[in-house]
Nanobody, 122 residues
């Protein structure tokens, strides 16, 4: 069983920045970031492979969000800049079924964290 704990969410004004963290109980697994806005389906935001050598982003966040990892700390980060009101959602991190590969599909995930709320509002 893999434990995942997200942190770093909060209230931020449009144009602002937040950095989310995903602390894992094990190391060397790929991590995906997802979000779910009220009344909408959960969607993939970004992912990073176990080595960190492969990353991917949803078109809606490309150029604004940056994913990275610190394997010494078993932590993956999602730096979110130029935030927009439409980025408001609960953000989740997850480990994929193919545990070393970058994957942004909801059905491809095996373990989930409980999420952290990001609210972008003036």
């Amino acid at each position: 069983q893999v434990q995942l704990v997200e942190s770093g969410g909060g209230l931020v004004q449009p144009g602002g920045s937040l950095r989310l963290s995903c602390a894992a109980s094990v190391n060397a697994y790929a991590i995906g970031w997802f979000r779910q806005a009220p009344g909408k389906e959960r969607e993939g935001v970004s992912c990073i492979s176990s080595s960190g050598g492969s990353t991917n982003y949803a078109d809606s966040v490309k150029g604004r969000f940056t994913i990275s990892r610190d394997n010494a700390k078993n932590t993956v980060y999602l730096q979110m800049d130029s935030l927009k009101p439409e980025d408001t959602a609960v953000y989740y991190c997850a480990v994929p079924r193919i545990m070393f590969r970058c994957d942004m599909t909801v059905d491809g995930m095996l373990y989930w964290g409980k999420g952290t709320l990001v609210t972008v509002s003036s």
